[in-house]
C-alpha cells in the first residue's frame, strides 16, 4: 500500500495511539495546531513545526528569498496565535545545495529576521545542512500560554457561532495566478503578497486567547472546508456553514470576475489563508465582535453555527439553499 | 558567492549575531549542542533541532527503516545528552515521496518508537508532508536540566583533562564499509551497525551533568579533530592529544587491518560517533574516573591535556613525537 492511498492522517493516525502512551500529565500531543507541555506554575508551554519543500510549498522562481523566510516563520507563527499563545522561541533547520547563492540566503534571513523582529521571537537555534537539489527549511516554534487557556479544536459546544479573522481565499488565488502565469495587476498583486508573506495572526490570538468566550480556535492552512472538520471530529459536533457570510476581498473578487474563477470556491477550499477559525458561545459573541472591533477596526466575520446534529459533518447554504462544494480537502500525498 | 565556499559555519557566523540582539535574558542561543531557555524555578529547558536528508544522510538502500526511525531520533537525544540533559518531549517533521511504501513508514516509526520508549520520550507532535523525491526528517527534541547546570562548549578550563565515553570511529568506519561495498564480516558487521543505528549517551550524559568537575560538553558528531574546535574556540583554550590514547574497538582496529585503512585517522576524523567528548578538572579527574567506571562498567577515556597556550588549536602527539593530521574537519557545504 502506497502513502498517497492513506494520505497524511491516515498516516498519522497509523502511529499516534501507539505514541500517546508515552505522554506524560498535562500533556497535550498530536491532533492541535501546538502540543502543550507544563512550562511553569501559570503557564503551559505550547509547541509547532513546520516543514517546508521547494516545488512543493513553493516555487524558487515564483517567491522573492525575503518572503520566503519570512513565510517559514510565519506559518509557525500562525500556529502559536491559533492557541492563543505568545511565540517565545524559534529554531531553524535549513539544508541547501551547495552551489546556493551566499547573497540569496542572506535575504532569507533577512526575511526571517523581520518577521523575528516584529514580534520579538530570538532564534535560539537550529541546524544547516547540505541538500542534494531542493531547499529545505523546517521551523519549530515554541510559544507560551496562561497554565489551561490554550484554545483547542476539541472546545466547540452547541449553537457555537463560527467566525473568521479576515477575508478567506487570498492565498489560493495568489497561488493560481502564479501556477498559472497570469499577468498581475493590482488586484492580483496583492492576493500573490498575502500568498507569498502571509501575516500571522499573531495580536488576534493572543487577544482573542484572553477571552473566556471564545471556545474553540485554529489557523485555516488548508482551506476552511477541510479545517473545520478538525474542529468537529475533536468536538463531537456539526455545522452549519452559510456561504454567503464567507468574507471575500475586494482582490479576490476583482480578479475571480477578471478571470472567470469562482472566488466562492477559492475561499472555501484554497489553502494557506492562516486566517483564525475560532467558534465563540452564543452569548459572548454580540460582546466580544463588538469589542473585536474596537480593538482591530476590522469586523470578525460569522460564517455559521455549531450544531449538536450532523456530527463531523459541514451542511453548505447559500441564501436559505442547500449548497454543494466542488472540491473536497488537501491530501498531502495525492498527486 | 556559493555557499560550498563559506561553508556551515560561515553561513551561520553572517546572521547569528544580528539575531542574538532579540535574546532574552537567560537565554542561551546558536553555538552549543542544545539552545537553553528558562523553564521554572529549579530548571533551564534545553532544545535541539536536526535535519536528515536522503542522500545526504542516509542512503534508503543501506539503512533499514527502523534504523533511519532510530537514529533521526538518537541523534537529537545525544545533543540533550551533551548538556547533560533529560529529555523531555519530541517533535517529527517529514517529508516522503506520495509512493512511499506504507509497510516501510511503519517501520520508520516503529524504530522512532523504540528509542522514544526507551528513554520515555513522548513525541508530541511534528508535520507530515509531500516531498518532490527525497525522504526528509526532521526532529526537535526539547529537554531539561537543573538551572545554571547545562554544560557548555565555553565551560574548558586550563589543564583539564579530555575525555571521551567510549571508542572512535566506528561510526566512519561503518560508513566506509557501506560507500565501498565491502562484505562485511561480524566486525564491520558491528561498526555498520553502530553508524545505522548510534546509541545516545543519555545515560552517561545525565550522570556527568551532575558533577561539578565536568566543564565543557559535547557530543562528537563531525569527529573528534573538528569538535574539539568548537570547545578550543569557545573557552579560548588551545588542547594537547595523545593519540595512542584515542580508544579504538577491537572491530574497528580488526576491520582497519584486513582492509588496509589507518583506524586512527577514522577515529579523530569519522563523523557520527555520538559519544561525548568532555573536559574534567584535573583535581576532579581521579575521582571522577573512578566513580564513572564503577557506575558504567566501561572506562572514560582520558585523550588529552586543555592548555592556556595555543589557543584555538590542537597540538597532536604520538608516543611523544608531534603527529600530523591528513584530515580537516567535515564541510557540510563542501563536494
Known amino acids: 500500500m502506497k502513502l498517497s492511498e492513506i494520505g497524511e492522517f491516515g498516516f498519522i493516525n497509523r502511529f499516534s495511539e501507539k505514541f500517546s502512551s508515552l505522554n506524560r500529565n498535562e500533556e497535550c500531543g498530536i491532533g492541535d495546531d501546538c502540543a502543550i507541555m507544563p512550562l511553569d506554575d501559570q503557564h503551559d508551554q505550547i509547541v509547532t513545526t513546520d516543514l517546508l519543500i521547494e516545488d512543493i510549498h513553493f516555487l524558487r522562481s515564483e517567491i522573492t528569498p525575503f518572503d520566503l523566510g519570512y513565510k517559514a516563520l510565519a506559518v509557525n507563527l500562525s500556529d502559536i496565535a491559533a492557541m492563543g499563545g505568545k511565540p517565545t522561541a524559534s529554531f531553524l533547520s535549513i539544508a541547501l545545495p551547495g552551489d546556493t547563492d551566499v547573497e540569496y540566503m542572506d535575504q532569507v534571513m533577512e526575511g526571517y529576521h523581520n518577521l523575528s523582529e516584529k514580534y520579538q521571537v530570538p532564534l535560539l537555534g537550529g541546524d544547516t545542512t547540505k541538500s542534494p537539489d531542493k531547499i529545505v527549511i523546517n521551523v519549530c516554534v515554541t510559544g507560551r500560554v ?3 487557556t490554550a484554545k483547542l479544536r476539541s472546545a466547540a459546544t452547541n449553537d457555537d457561532f463560527i467566525c473568521v479573522t479576515g477575508p478567506l481565499g487570498d492565498s489560493g488565488a495568489g497561488l493560481k495566478i502564479l501556477l498559472e502565469k497570469i499577468n498581475p ?4 498583486r496583492k492576493l500573490i503578497s498575502w500568498h507569498n508573506r502571509p501575516e500571522p495572526a499573531i495580536n488576534e490570538g493572543l487577544w482573542l486567547g484572553n477571552k473566556t468566550g471564545v471556545n474553540a ?10 479545517d473545520l ?11 452549519t456553514v452559510y456561504v454567503e457570510s464567507i468574507p471575500l476581498s475586494t482582490a479576490l473578487k476583482e480578479t475571480a470576475d477578471h478571470n472567470g474563477w469562482n472566488a466562492l470556491e477559492l475561499a472555501l477550499t484554497g489553502g494557506e489563508d492562516y486566517r483564525l477559525l475560532l467558534t ?3 452569548r459572548s459573541f454580540k460582546k466580544l465582535e463588538k469589542e473585536y472591533n474596537k480593538e482591530f477596526q476590522i469586523p470578525i ?3 455559521g453555527r455549531i450544531t449538536e446534529k450532523n456530527p463531523g459533518q459541514i451542511i453548505w447554504m447559500k441564501e436559505n439553499q442547500p449548497y454543494s462544494l466542488d472540491r473536497g480537502g488537501f491530501n498531502h500525498f495525492r498527486e
Chains 1, 2 share one sequence.
Open 146 to 148: 496562561k497554565k489551561g
Open 301 to 303: 466575520s460569522c460564517v
Open 217 to 226: 480556535m485554529m489557523d485555516i492552512s488548508d482551506g476552511i472546508a477541510s
Open 185 to 188: 495587476d493590482s488586484s492580483s
Open 229 to 239: 472538520l478538525h474542529i468537529l471530529s475533536k468536538s463531537g459536533k456539526g455545522a
Open 280 to 282: 465563540i458561545s452564543s
